[in-house]
């Protein structure tokens, strides 16, 4: 194993990105968690920058980071939310999770250092990001529209809960 500039990026850009996850799920304001998934996404964001994966990197900060994570604050800041804080009534729950968060790690390690790889790589030249967008908006702009549709449909229905939920 060769560490070099890359190598550390990787790692400190996988260290975020689980990091950000592990906050995710200890959180407990909704709102710091909204952020922490924004930090995970923008982190994963830049892995994809590291394969050589421009496109899907500012996709994922356009969709993922920015759209999603905002979408969320949207929602989380337009309906009313208690913030319920009390004592675990179940003392065993963190150490089963520990060990059901363990095994499921050994259980993927595992199962990638046993994977056969192959060597057979895909022509670059053919996958370009003028293709994708040739494919994405030519044959597939109906499914296209449709995912843009059900997102301003979810974010209007947030709106119109919130204030249902507003009057007395």
């Given at each position: 194993m060769q560490i070099n500039g890359e190598f550390i990026a990787f790692f400190?850009?996988?260290?975020?990105?689980?990091?950000g996850a592990v906050l995710l799920m200890n959180l407990v304001r909704?709102?710091?968690?909204?952020?922490?998934?924004?930090?995970?996404?923008?982190?994963?964001?830049?892995i994809y920058l590291l394969l050589n994966a421009e496109f899907l990197a500012v996709v994922q900060v356009l969709?993922?980071?920015?759209?999603v994570s905002i979408l969320m604050l949207f929602g989380i800041m337009l309906t009313r939310h208690r913030d319920q804080e009390g004592d675990s009534v179940r003392p065993w729950?963190?150490?089963l999770s520990f060990l059901g968060v363990g095994s499921f790690l050994g259980i993927?390690?595992?199962t990638i250092y046993n994977?056969?790889?192959?060597?057979?790589?895909?022509?670059?030249?053919?996958?370009?990001?003028?293709?994708?967008?040739e494919a994405v908006f030519?044959?597939?702009?109906?499914?296209?529209?449709?995912v843009s549709v059900l997102l301003l449909i979810a974010l209007v229905g947030a709106v119109i809960l919130a204030r249902k939920e507003s009057k007395p």
């Open positions: 400190v850009l996988s260290i975020f990105a689980i990091g909704v709102v710091h968690m909204a952020l922490a998934l924004a930090f995970t996404l923008l982190s994963i964001a830049g969709i993922y980071t920015g759209g729950h963190n150490l993927v390690i595992h994977a056969p790889l192959t060597e057979i790589t895909a022509e670059v030249g053919t996958f370009s990001t003028a293709w994708l967008g030519k044959q597939y702009v109906i499914p296209f529209e449709a």
